[in-house]
């Protein structure tokens, strides 16, 4: 999903590039690990935060 021309991504999409199942990438982002912002019921992550989490930055 683009907003403001960043190419966020969902929990699945992010679980897919972290090779984690879904669950675990929610996980993360409800209990703050991970910076995300919910739209309805959908988890979305922008890139920044992904490679952040990824490469072991803190939120």
Do not use: H
Not at 35 to 57: C, H, M, T, V
């Amino acid at each position: 999903m683009d907003i403001q021309g960043e190419s966020w991504k969902t929990s699945a999409e992010a679980a897919s590039l972290l090779q984690c199942t879904e669950r675990s990438v929610r996980r993360a982002c409800e209990q703050g690990r991970l910076s995300a912002s919910k739209l309805g019921r959908q988890w979305l992550i922008s890139p920044e935060a992904l490679n952040d989490y990824r490469f072991g930055k803190t939120t």
